[in-house]
């Protein structure tokens, strides 16, 4: 069967599929009522659109001030200062504690965001550093804006395009090559220059963060995007794997699509809790707590 072509248009079509491209003011606009459906569904999940104030490379952020992307991945030394202004207010003065927690918070609402997109509204926007911006609230990143919107628009469905093979390893691809090789991959490694943290650690982060984004799409569209989910995890780059695994619970007639992740993101040191997913608990415990949050009535 032949596959997907490019026109000279930029567009991708195929027997099946097809996608456009576009940037400039048709990207705001349709990234824009892309995002509103995504907020309308989960309403934590909100983004801006077009240019925003960011503070000076450099500069301490205050409370809800925006700063350029590309600046702050690209800076560990500014990176390392942004994250301890952050520390107090999450209740640490732990360096390493405060890095990972705020790579892990960045790097969900990026691809969550990237992904929510995608799935519900079939717009997949560009999420490349140099695209971006992140507001600082509460002392962790708390949302972005997609300064210069660049988006791949699908032709059909959302479910339709990314279950079939081709379509949706297109889209997969996308995802990856902006969100995680275009971007976090940057944050990453300025975050382990800027503090003694393993990157490994820092990748287990970026890796829960994708599956947490893949879980609260299927939670909320249904088991189709589980497919999705496992393949965007198996074209992630080498630094991600190994870093945790997807596992499917059945209890009662319910179902649960869970994430273990195989090492910690250190947030049980701000105050003795864990994940439901850390690897520190002992794996039968993990799910035999999965198990009962689908079926709450066998707990003893």
């Known amino acids: 069967m032949r596959g997907p072509t490019k026109s000279d248009d930029g567009s991708l079509h195929g027997a099946s599929a097809s996608f456009t491209t576009l940037s400039g003011e048709l990207a705001a606009s349709r990234l824009g009522t892309a995002?509103?459906?995504?907020?309308?569904?989960?309403?934590?999940?909100?983004?801006?659109?077009?240019?925003r104030p960011t503070v000076p490379k450099g500069a301490t952020p205050?409370?809800?001030?925006?700063?350029?992307?590309?600046?702050?991945?690209?800076?560990p030394l500014w990176l390392a200062e942004v994250v301890a202004a952050t520390a107090p207010r999450l209740g640490t003065s732990n360096q390493m504690v405060a890095t990972s927690l705020f790579v892990q918070n960045y790097a969900y609402r990026v691809?969550?965001?990237?992904?929510?997109?995608?799935?519900?509204?079939?717009?997949?926007?560009?999420?490349?550093?140099?695209?971006?911006?992140?507001?600082?609230?509460?002392?962790r990143p708390n949302s972005i804006a997609y300064l210069e919107?660049?988006?791949?628009?699908?032709?059909?469905?959302?479910?339709?395009?990314?279950?079939?093979?081709?379509?949706?390893?297109?889209?997969?691809?996308?995802?990856?090559?902006?969100?995680i090789t275009g971007h976090l991959a940057d944050l990453v490694a300025s975050a382990h220059e800027s503090v003694r943290i393993g990157q490994r650690l820092l990748w287990g982060n970026v890796a829960a963060s994708c599956a947490v984004a893949f879980r609260?799409?299927?939670?909320?569209?249904?088991?189709?995007?589980r497919d999705v989910g496992e393949r965007f995890?198996?074209?992630?780059?080498?630094?991600?794997?190994?870093?945790?695994?997807?596992?499917?619970?059945?209890?009662?007639?319910a179902h649960g699509w869970f994430w273990e992740r195989s090492n910690c993101c250190l947030y049980d040191q701000l105050g003795g809790v864990r994940c439901a997913d850390c690897s520190k608990t002992p794996a039968?415990?993990?799910?035999?707590?999965y198990r009962r949050s689908l079926n709450p009535s066998s707990a003893s």
């Not at 995002?35 to 240019?51: K, M, P, Q």
Request: aromatic share 4%; net charge negative.
């Open 284 to 289: 039968n415990e993990r799910r035999a707590a």
């Open 35 to 51: 995002l509103s459906e995504v907020s309308d569904a989960v309403s934590y999940l909100r983004a801006e659109v077009g240019d």
């Open 62 to 75: 205050a409370e809800e001030t925006w700063l350029a992307s590309s600046d702050l991945v690209n800076d």
């Open 216 to 225: 609260t799409m299927e939670g909320l569209l249904g088991p189709w995007v």
């Open 149 to 179: 919107p660049r988006i791949l628009v699908m032709s059909n469905d959302p479910e339709t395009m990314l279950s079939a093979p081709g379509a949706g390893q297109r889209v997969i691809d996308d995802l990856v090559e902006s969100a």
């Open 233 to 253: 995890m198996a074209s992630t780059p080498e630094m991600m794997a190994g870093l945790g695994s997807f596992w499917l619970v059945e209890e009662s007639g």
């Open 111 to 139: 691809i969550t965001l990237a992904v929510a997109c995608a799935t519900v509204s079939g717009v997949v926007p560009d999420s490349r550093h140099e695209h971006l911006a992140v507001c600082i609230k509460a002392g």
